[in-house]
Structure formats: structure tokens, C-alpha cells
């Protein structure tokens, strides 16, 4: 069946342009997070979405980020005026969320291959 | 801050050795925790979890003790194969935390040779 997936697989852009990576979760799932993996580091995350909420957006790294979700569909993470510390792997995961077996974090997060995304 | 610190890599083992991957974590909550795996060419995905104190988790092979007391949840297995090549990952959350996402390990790169 379909995965998680995310496009594009990989991005190449000048620094201070704006970008938009996009991820299509598994039908059904509700719970979808966003995570930056820096070369050398570990998973970063960035943010969680419970339906097309955020309850907490405490985890973008800088007010250049932001991240929006349609329904319980696809979500966009939005990168404006990049710099090459944006430079990593972006991984989105998705699960289903509170209510299938208890909280949404003890669900399996089912990860896409990630964009890969170099500032220049 | 939470936090995951495990082994450094890349561990090489011959097949059918004895598997120990560190894990150690601090959390300012009662964690559930978590090994993920990523096999070469594919996505991460769960190995195995423990959501509370002495709980043991298992898949394929691998077993990991949730020790409240030494804040640790090392990752074992009997005898490896060369098909269990893949970057391991701790993880822990914090159900009903705040920010809902999983804080990881740097990864552990686990080679085996035939």
C-alpha cells in the first residue's frame, strides 16, 4: 500500500530564496509530524499536527518557518529567505493519532524518504 | 531538555555475534521509548517500544528493557545477521507532552559481515 510520501526528494536553491516541501501522509492517519535531520545529528523535530492542528509550534527553528496541513491531508513546510544552515534532510511522519490505542505518541510513525534540501 | 544519547558508530560485528546498542535518556516526564531502524535505501520505521518501567519490547530478534533506574533502554540481540545492517535510532516521547514529537538519538550506523 501507499507510504508516506514527500516531494520533491531533492532541492538545490540560492540562498535567501523561499521553498516549499510537501508531504502526503497514509490515508486514515491524523497524526503528522515534521523533523530536520542535519548531516552528522540526529532527527530534529520540527512540529506535530493533529488533523490540520498544531498545537504546538514551539519547535520551528526560526520565524522563517512555517508549516501548514489541509484536512487531515497533505501538509506543507515552508522555508522563506533560506540560508545554508537550512541545509539538511526534511522527514515527515504520520500515525494515527489520540484515541487508537492511546496517546498518538505511542503510535508507530511511519516516515517518507525526506527531501533533501541544499542552500547554496 | 529531553534528551537521547546512545553509542557512536559505526559498530561492526561478525554474523552471529552478541548485539548490545547503548541507549541512555533524561526527560523532565515519564517517557514512552522507542528503537526505530532504517534500513539501507528505505524510510525509518519502528523496530520496537516500551511505555512504561520494566516493560520489554521485542521484534525480529531484538529486545530492549525500559530501566527506569538507570534511564537507560539498550538494545540487544543474540545473534546477528548481515540483513540487520541499518542505522538504529533511540527515541523517547512524552505522551501528552506539549510539543507531541519523538526527541532521537543521533543513530547508531550497525554493520555486520558475513
Known amino acids: 500500500g501507499a507510504g508516506v510520501s514527500q516531494s520533491p526528494s531533492n532541492k538545490v536553491t540560492e540562498k535567501g530564496k523561499d521553498v516549499e516541501l510537501r508531504c502526503d501522509p497514509i490515508?486514515?492517519?491524523?497524526?503528522l509530524y515534521w523533523y530536520r535531520q542535519r548531516l552528522g545529528q540526529g532527527l530534529e523535530f520540527l512540529i506535530y499536527?493533529?488533523?490540520?492542528?498544531?498545537?504546538?509550534k514551539s519547535g520551528l527553528p526560526s520565524d522563517r518557518f512555517s508549516a501548514e496541513r489541509t484536512g487531515e491531508s497533505v501538509s506543507t513546510l515552508t522555508i522563506q529567505r533560506t540560508q545554508q544552515e537550512d541545509s539538511a534532510v526534511y522527514l515527515c511522519?504520520?500515525?494515527f493519532g489520540t484515541g487508537k490505542g492511546g496517546a498518538a505518541i505511542n503510535q508507530p510513525q511511519h516516515f517518507g524518504d525526506g527531501t533533501r534540501l541544499s542552500i547554496l | 531538555g529531553d534528551s537521547v544519547t546512545q553509542m557512536e558508530g559505526p559498530v561492526t560485528l561478525s554474523e552471529e555475534a552478541f548485539l548490545t546498542i547503548n541507549c541512555t535518556y533524561t526527560?523532565?516526564?515519564?517517557?514512552?521509548l522507542f528503537w526505530y531502524v532504517q534500513y539501507p535505501g528505505e524510510g525509518l520505521q519502528l523496530l520496537l517500544k516500551?511505555?512504561?518501567?520494566?516493560d520489554k519490547g521485542s521484534n525480529k530478534g531484538f529486545e530492549a528493557t525500559y530501566r527506569k533506574e538507570t534511564t537507560s533502554f539498550h538494545l540487544e540481540k543474540g545473534s546477528v545477521q548481515v540483513s540487520d545492517s541499518a542505522v538504529y535510532f533511540c527515541?523517547?516521547?512524552?505522551?501528552?507532552?506539549?510539543?507531541?514529537?519523538?526527541?532521537f538519538g543521533k543513530g547508531t550506523h550497525l554493520i555486520i559481515q558475513p
Open positions: 511522519a504520520s500515525s
Open positions: 490515508s486514515g492517519h491524523t497524526a
Open positions: 499536527f493533529q488533523g490540520n492542528s498544531a498545537p504546538d
Open positions: 526527560a523532565t516526564g515519564y517517557p514512552s
Open positions: 516500551a511505555t512504561k518501567a520494566d
Open positions: 527515541a523517547l516521547g512524552i505522551p501528552g507532552g506539549g510539543a507531541d514529537g519523538l526527541t
